[in-house]
């Protein structure tokens, strides 16, 4: 009976942990997608569309360098200005070294790397940090801190 109550106590223990990493890798995978549909529009040149990854607030943080922006508007206007303006392109981008963590059930955090190969072969890149936040219409960036390689 011992022998039995033990095994019992042991899977209840960890039946929680095995949860917990079901829900955290559910999350880590909503919030790939969203970066991965990123990808794809900045890639056809889309901003409108990429733009669909960030919260629609005047709320939304974009930390630049020594710029900071505030709002979606902001956000997609210093995007244009950057990539779409004249004389200037968008590239093709990629993602790397990707590092999500689950900070609540509505809440994750993503580190990673930016690529973007340009039609002259400068390969500009730096570091991201996102911060997300589950919304009813899904995971969306609240705050995203990016910096550029020197």
Same mark, same amino acid.
């Given at each position: 009976?011992?022998?039995?109550?033990?095994?019992?106590?042991?899977?209840?223990?960890?039946?929680?942990?095995?949860?917990?990493?079901?829900?955290?890798?559910?999350?880590?995978?909503?919030?790939?997608?969203?970066?991965?549909?990123?990808?794809?529009?900045?890639?056809?040149?889309?901003?409108?569309?990429? *733009? +669909? =990854?960030? &919260?629609?607030?005047?709320?939304?943080?974009?930390?630049?360098?020594?710029?900071? %922006?505030?709002?979606?508007?902001?956000?997609?206007?210093?995007?244009?200005?950057?990539?779409?303006?004249?004389?200037?392109?968008?590239?093709?981008?990629?993602?790397?070294?990707?590092?999500?963590?689950?900070?609540?059930?509505?809440?994750?955090? *993503? +580190? =990673?790397? &930016?690529?973007?190969?340009?039609?002259?072969?400068?390969?500009?890149?730096?570091? %991201?940090?996102?911060?997300?936040?589950?919304?009813?219409?899904?995971?969306?960036?609240?705050?995203?801190?990016?910096?550029?390689?020197?």
């Amino acid at each position: 009976m011992a022998r039995v109550a033990c095994i019992l106590l042991i899977l209840c223990s960890t039946l929680p942990c095995l949860a917990q990493k079901d829900r955290s890798e559910k999350v880590k995978s909503a919030v790939e997608q969203v970066l991965n549909a990123q990808v794809q529009a900045w890639n056809h040149h889309d901003l409108e569309t990429f *733009m +669909r =990854g960030y &919260w629609n607030s005047p709320e939304l943080t974009f930390f630049s360098g020594d710029q900071v %922006f505030r709002g979606w508007d902001q956000a997609l206007d210093r995007y244009r200005k950057r990539y779409q303006g004249e004389g200037r392109e968008m590239g093709t981008l990629a993602f790397e070294n990707l590092n999500i963590d689950r900070l609540a059930p509505t809440a994750a955090v *993503m +580190r =990673g790397e &930016w690529h973007l190969t340009m039609s002259d072969g400068k390969t500009p890149h730096g570091l %991201f940090t996102l911060i997300f936040r589950k919304f009813p219409e899904g995971w969306k960036i609240i705050h995203d801190h990016t910096s550029a390689a020197e």
